[in-house]
């Protein structure tokens, strides 16, 4: 079966780096479309960043333009987030997620998260 599972959160103070890894198993990893998501205390779900098969396509959510990277290792099956310039309200439990490459609509599989809270 699908599994995602993501790895790398933990506190950390503002201003400080971080990068979330997430390794993708029972998939064909390159004909998938991965993204990021991310779930604040109280709040729903929102978008963080998505990375298309070959990796040539990203998008970001405004919040995290410029701060936030998102990349692919196809040969690993793993999708990392490299987080810089941390803020706090990036606090969240921050899942990745896939989907058919060409789909429209909505991700397919989700990892369990991994929570990242930063301190000010």
């Known amino acids: 079966q699908v599994q995602l599972v993501e790895s790398g959160g933990g506190l950390v103070q503002a201003g400080d780096s971080l990068r979330l890894s997430c390794a993708a198993s029972?998939?064909?990893?390159?004909?998938?479309?991965m993204g990021w998501f991310r779930q604040a205390p109280g709040k729903e779900r929102e978008f963080v960043a998505a990375?298309?098969?070959?990796?040539?396509?990203?998008s970001y959510a405004d919040s995290v333009k410029g701060r936030f990277t998102i990349s692919r290792d196809n040969a690993k099956s793993t999708v990392y987030l490299q987080m810089n310039s941390l803020k706090p309200e990036d606090t969240a439990v921050y899942y990745c997620?896939?989907?058919?490459?060409?789909?429209?609509?909505?991700?397919?599989?989700w990892g369990q998260g991994t929570q990242v809270p930063v301190s000010s």
């Open positions: 997620a896939a989907k058919r490459a060409g789909a429209v609509g909505g991700y397919d599989y």
């Open positions: 029972g998939l064909t990893f390159s004909s998938y479309t």
């Open positions: 990375i298309n098969w070959s990796g040539g396509s990203t």
